[in-house]
C-alpha cells in the first residue's frame, strides 16, 4: 500500500512540474497573443477559444523565454537599417524564429 502511495505522490509531483514549465508563460503575453490573434483571424467566440488553444499549445513546445527571443528576433527582422540586417543573416536568429514558426504551424493544425 505505501509503495503505490509514493508512486502516486511521486506521478502527482511530475504532474505539478510539467503543469509549471507548461504554465511558465505570464497571463498578459498569453491574452496579448490572443488578442492578436483574433484581430487577425475574428472577434468572436470561436477565434477565443482557437487562439487560446494556439497559445496554450505553444507553450508545451516552447519555453516562455525562447518564445520572447524569438519574437523579439521576428520583430528586429522587420524592422530596416543595418542593425536589423544581423537579426537576418545569423544562423542562431533564424534557428530561433524557425522553432517558434513550427511551433505556430503545430498550434494552427491542432487548433484551427
Partial sequence: ??????????ALGAGAVHAQVVNDYPTNA??????ACM??????RDMLDRCSCAID???EV???DDYVQAETVLRM?????ERAGMFRGMAQMT??????KR???????LCF
Fill in 39 to 44: 484581430a487577425t483571424n475574428g472577434q468572436n
Fill in 57 to 59: 499549445q505553444i507553450a
Fill in 103 to 109: 511551433a505556430e504551424a503545430e498550434a494552427e493544425i
Fill in 30 to 35: 498569453r491574452a496579448e497573443y490572443v488578442f
Fill in 77 to 81: 527582422q522587420q524592422t530596416t537599417g
Fill in 95 to 100: 534557428e530561433m524564429t524557425a522553432r517558434l
Fill in 1 to 10: 500500500m505505501i509503495p503505490r502511495l509514493l508512486a502516486l505522490a511521486a
Fill in 62 to 64: 516552447l519555453p516562455y
